[in-house]
């Protein structure tokens, strides 16, 4: 795996984190805004928003004294693409197992009319 797409999952592990990630795909957001929303402080709430855009998953644009956060696709796109890998390999890994298991056992048995 990446280090940047550990740093996404580490990120995601954190349920604040996870919150202000989901509340951010349903459009960008200002932290006082998002501190409104959750049981968190809005240092607290910057805090978490620094891990996010460390690891790839958000990003800000200032206007004014406020920072405007939203959804990086980058980072989504890795995540995507790693679930992705992740998924394949695992059902080539299933489809595998099915096989060298049809092969080694025995077929059933026919029923006699």
């Not at 049981?39 to 620094?50: E, G, N």
Request: hydrophobic share 40%; net charge neutral.
């Amino acid at each position: 795996m990446v280090a940047y797409q550990a740093q996404a999952l580490d990120a995601l592990g954190d349920a604040t984190r996870r919150a202000i990630f989901e509340r951010l795909g349903r459009g960008p957001c200002a932290v006082g805004e998002l501190a409104a929303e959750l049981p968190v402080s809005r240092p607290a709430v910057s805090q978490h928003l620094k891990v996010l855009e460390h690891a790839g998953l958000v990003t800000h644009t200032a206007h004014g004294t406020r920072r405007v956060y939203r959804l990086d696709p980058r980072g989504i796109d890795a995540l995507r693409a790693y679930f992705t890998h992740f998924w394949s390999t695992a059902m080539t890994a299933y489809r595998d197992q099915v096989n060298r298991q049809a092969a080694t056992d025995p077929p059933p048995e026919q029923e006699q009319p």
